[in-house]
């Protein structure tokens, strides 16, 4: 599918410069720019732990001068998420560093307005690339158009827009994760329940009013229902939150026992699931009398602990320190070469062998050291192109080990 819009510049602002000098084209940088848009949508790149942190349209910025002209690069966040999201924006500020990029982060209080405004002002003060963790995915839309229409790359990661004017969007699959929790929730009961021939799931849905929710559904509801020996009895909405998941199972155990398994769609609600049935008297290890076999998404530090003591048999875990670098490296290809010649077409499938993000020492780890996000699958999605990442499925055989973020950023 030929993603390029002919109305549109194909090669970034710099690389117009370089080709034809400053003279003549000095007038693409201007002065700062706002725009408007509606209230955040609450965004959620799938591992909210309910935390939150500052915003408020700060800016934080690392010049690096070991070169004559560093590329000089925009991002564009929201703070909400606790350690999750921690990890998804240090990870990128060192990459950016270690890359010697002119990096500049703007927060964006959880504020569409405030999302558009920053990212008009860098576009008219002539930024050689634009990453953005969306808030809003709508409200965001024209300052995108706006910005690649003047010659400046727009990259997404976490969170998307759905215009087609994004060059790339970096982020694993919820739907594809979902499905992944249903295959390893089948091995998990397989070997913990042998004797029995069939199995009851309970599922913790999230917020009914995000499309998150919808995919991460999907993929698991889907492969369940493929197979032959496994029901969804119920459904109970967990929003999102450890409290409303934590009640809503509480009840439903209360009223009908114990299921097989259940399965939790994201971080927050694992750990409330973990907390209901303890509360109730059924939190069972592997291996004994009535454990209920719990797979969710999302594995954070607690969710970790909950593995090596033997309650959560598995998550299906987000390679979310990989997102900024891999979008930054695409950035850099982006803006150094043939513009948008240098993305990945749709249909093919980016391994560990064509992308090498560069490992380093931060957070007392060799960061990056082990390819987690490898393979990724070259998609369309709203008129662009998708960078999907391979998701990390998290057990007690590798709980530990020192390439997931939950022991990272712990």
Known sequence: MDMKDSNRPLVSRRRVLELTGATGVAG?????????????????????????????????STDSSDTASPIEMGFSTYFRGGAWITAFLEATEFYAEDQNFDYNEFGNQESAEQ?????????????DGILINTWNSEAVNPAIEDAVDQGVPVFTANVDATTDAVTMFVAFSNEAAGADAADQMMTELEEEKPDQDSYEILEVFGAPAQQIAQQRSKGFVDTIESTDNAEIVDTVEGEFTRDAAQTAVSEWVNANGAPDAIYSSNLSMGLGVVTALDNQGELAQRGEDGHVVLVQLDAGPEVITNIDDGYVDAAIDQPNYFYGPIALEYMRRYVEGDGEDEIPEVGTTVTEDDLTIEQAQHKDVELWSEPVWAPAEIVEKDGHVQFQTSSVIVTEENANEPYLWGNIWG
């Open 28 to 60: 693409l940088a201007g002065c700062s720019g706002s725009g408007g848009g509606d209230g955040g949508d609450g965004g959620d790149g799938g591992g909210s732990d309910d935390e939150s942190g500052d915003g408020g349209g700060d800016q934080t």
């Open 115 to 127: 999302q558009v405004s920053d990212i008009r002002q860098m576009a008219n003060q002539g930024y």
